[in-house]
């Protein structure tokens, strides 16, 4: 089994800075891709980027290219999601995904284990 723990949601005025944290324990096994997705009021859950540890592969939905960077600690199997520019509609729960064959992909289907997710609010 595999735990994930999100931290660092919070509430920021728009052209802030938010960093969110995934934290994984259990058997994740080496090739793993951590995906952040998020989930705002009324809307279907939306990717947002993912990172394949095996190699280092980083994606991002365009609406957060140059504001958000994904980062990973090995060490401590942990995944930052860095939020800079943050604007009102990045609004949501923020929620971190794995997934076990190493696959960087955006459908949240495809992904094996779930985080409970952090709110992060941006006010106007």
């Known amino acids: 089994q595999v735990q994930l723990v999100e931290s660092g949601g919070g509430l920021v005025q728009a052209g802030g800075s938010l960093r969110l944290s995934c934290a994984a324990s259990g058997r994740t096994g080496s090739r793993y891709t951590v995906g952040w997705f998020r989930q705002a009021p009324g809307k279907e859950r939306e990717f947002v980027a993912a990172v394949a540890l095996k190699d280092n592969n980083i994606y991002y939905v365009d609406s957060v290219k140059g504001r958000f960077t994904i980062s990973r600690d090995d060490a401590h199997k942990t995944v930052y999601l860095q939020m800079n520019s943050l604007k009102p509609e990045d609004t949501a729960i923020y929620y971190c995904?794995?997934?076990?064959?190493?696959?960087?992909?955006?459908?949240?289907?495809?992904?094996?284990?779930w985080g409970q997710g952090t709110q992060v609010t941006v006010s106007s």
């Open positions: 995904a794995l997934e076990l064959t190493g696959l960087v992909v955006e459908k949240s289907f495809l992904y094996d284990y």
